[in-house]
């Protein structure tokens, strides 16, 4: 592959820890930018990548003949490929990606909450940028416009690094987002930023003087990878090994349209799901609703011993332990017959990846108890798995899913890429007097 | 050192991971209990320290003997054996800091968000326990009831690890925490409980199946050395460099008394201030009344060549880059001259750990641009370093402090041991026809 032309995106010195400085410097600038002048900048940015279509599709066109060979000869899935394309179409959704982030609430400079500690001695917790923002992530140059747009509506600088196979699609969107920002006073075209090979990605992870973030996008391998070799915080998603309960009192129409949706509709994402919980009373109904449809659309079925007794001749396969624990990522789902809901929750808590479960009843009791019980950062009722995901949940776009319990979990979007600080605001106070009881604390909420 | 009775501890079964998994199931019991059970819990748990301060007196009494020989040996500091001795006054505190936690508002199943994705589409954000918490730290017995207290009303299960120098007094306490749940249907016992070796503490940081945080405090070894072998997510504080900023529009009154208490109330702990930058304009009238005093309170002196120039006979010995970036944690303090507010910011994110840094200024505006530049969890204006602290700020107690930016930052409370979760609301809602635009969203705040 011939290398772009990086001069436009670079200076001469393009150390790492040099682009992580500019980036800290500029994070420092857009920061103090008003939540007008950042909606601004998205909104120039949306009409910025419309006009620098030519660009972008010219430098897709230099990507994509070494990414067919790489199909051809098996190096590349179709997947990938499909991804990495871009055409006219792909443009406009970047575009309205941006503008839908632009017209988001702003998260900046937000009170969180005020008390008065004593008299004159006034503390405040706000809402504030973090600072410089890592984002690794595999094929799709769509993530360069959601991410610029994530990274700056909430006050903070980015350094992307993007699959060399999409290099100078990458390119071109980035240098769009520079010299937009450029064109407005106080915004430094540092504010984004964009690394080229793996070796950068290992410099990148050692910042922590200058990086506050680390976002990975992609493969479970790559998650794991820079969670490994990080010393800057990172948020991640790991495997999505959601579940679909269909509790005794399930409308088992609802059940079965959910089922359905669930796996098949897009079976190679983390919010699809993987395995089917069926309570006994119900199983006989539903299975023999939900078998031939599933069967219908090429999904590959297996059960536990209780559900190929149900239907010993469906080409149910049996089940092993392992497929509990497995995200199959593919039309392939797997089926356990539970005695209640106990059973369910338990299963749950014990395999699932604590992405997202959902629970088909019409008993509020029980889908209060497994929305309660289940310890995972989505749990629906009567709904869909597929619908945890960051534009659906209305964050506009987002960053990732997170199933860590710290800082984000589920969906994460613009409120995810802030942090807050303390201010407090005395007249001269010093500690001494109340450590030896002189003075005494109100601690008023205000 | 005899060990300990632990049969009332611990079952047969006492393997770090069988420690873990009945955390767990505890965890799931505690979590569905009432704000109202968990805050009777906290206040009965209050009485039984009170009550049961022989039991806590005797066993501190079998931990100080040796403690002492440590002592004269040099084995151990004065510090750390005051920490570890518990008298009539000690026991009334730990009673009175779990009844303070008992009084704050309920930090679970609030509602911190709700959106209308579409017709009876419903999301919710609410916030919930953690789950299992495990918590290693130093000598301090009563880290115990402090973090009992937080970990119960936050509706989580604690696993805690003290120092082996404690093990008798750490034994007694937990035993009255784990007597007073027995008594309270639905509270588990398990729910708070004692590991005891090095080894415990590595197997610990292993369980990332059923253990969901880690707090490290103590030493900064201590939090590096979990940090680097934890599989679990960990929230601990690393360094305090801590600064006073005296601006050229600072009260010189005030700002002596701010650098005074900062440095000398209590110089080993991490919001003490480390070092002293000070606005060339009022160098010579702050530094002639500061310099005194605190040469009175034996601080040692070390000052960049402007600070020497200004007070020559003042026996300030010139201080080394490598100042700048020391946590001296004892009677010691740099002193810098800038010649501006912006050389001072700057000068706070090169060296600073993020802790706490407080400007002394009249002036509005500076003091202003001071709190939004500085990249620190706590910012302060006119008042000492000192306050950064949980009890300070009003969250009861703290759990610890965090310098990171992710999950928590600054003095960390009870809702810092709170995770979310969404829920979401169908009625049988598949993905498929928004996927089609067959259906779209109107994410309506509600």
């Avoid at 797997?334 to 629970?359: F, M, P, Q, W």
Wanted: proline share 4%.
């Amino acid at each position: 592959m011939s290398r772009p032309n990086t001069a436009q995106i670079r200076t001469d010195d393009s150390s790492v820890a040099s682009v992580a400085e500019r980036a800290r410097a500029a994070s420092r600038a857009i920061a103090k930018l008003s939540a007008e002048a950042r909606t601004e900048i998205l909104n120039a940015a949306a009409a910025a990548i419309e006009n620098g279509r030519q660009s972008v599709l010219a430098a897709n066109a230099l990507d994509c003949p070494e990414a067919e060979t790489a199909v051809a000869s098996g190096k590349m899935s179709q997947a990938m490929f499909a991804r990495l394309r871009v055409n006219e179409h792909g443009i406009a959704q970047m575009a309205a990606q941006v503008r839908e982030v632009a017209r988001l609430a702003d998260p900046l400079y937000r009170r969180l909450s005020a008390t008065e500690l004593d008299d004159g001695l006034i503390l405040y917790k706000e809402s504030c940028p973090f600072g410089v923002i890592g984002v690794v992530f595999e094929s799709r140059p769509d993530v360069i416009p959601q991410i610029g747009a994530l990274a700056l509506k909430s006050g903070n600088a980015v350094i992307l690094k993007g699959g060399s196979e999409a290099a100078h699609t990458n390119e071109a969107l980035v240098a769009i987002w520079r010299e937009c920002l450029g064109k407005f006073p106080g915004a430094p075209a540092d504010a984004i930023q964009l690394l080229h090979t793996r070796a950068d990605v290992m410099d990148l992870l050692s910042q922590d003087r200058d990086v506050d973030l680390i976002i990975p996008r992609g493969s479970y391998e790559l998650v794991n990878f820079i969670m490994q070799h990080s010393r800057i915080p990172v948020l991640g998603h790991g495997e999505g090994i959601c579940h679909i309960y269909v509790d005794r009192a399930a409308d088992v129409k609802k059940a079965v349209a959910i089922a359905y949706d669930a796996k098949v509709q897009y079976p190679a994402v983390c919010n699809a799901a993987e395995t089917l919980l069926v309570h006994q009373e119900i199983a006989k109904e539903f299975l023999s609703q939900a078998v031939p449809q599933l069967k219908q659309a090429k999904v590959e079925l297996r059960g536990d011993a209780k559900t190929t007794a149900i239907l010993p001749n469906a080409g149910i396969v049996p089940a092993t332990e392992k497929d509990w624990a497995t995200e199959y990522g593919d039309l392939i789902l797997s089926i356990k017959i539970v005695s209640n809901l106990g059973e369910a929750i338990d299963h749950i808590n014990r395999y699932g990846s604590r992405h997202t479960d959902s629970i088909v009843t019409e008993d509020a009791a029980a889908a209060k108890r497994f929305m309660d019980e289940v310890d995972s950062a989505s749990v629906f009722q009567n709904a869909s798995t597929r619908f945890a995901d960051g534009y659906r949940y209305g964050l506009g776009a987002e960053v990732g899913i997170s199933n860590s319990k710290l800082h984000a979990r589920g969906p994460m979007g613009l409120e995810d890429l802030t942090t807050h600080k303390y201010k407090l605001y005395g007249n001269g106070h010093t500690v001494a007097e109340y450590s030896r009881g002189e003075k005494k604390f109100k601690h008023r909420p205000l």
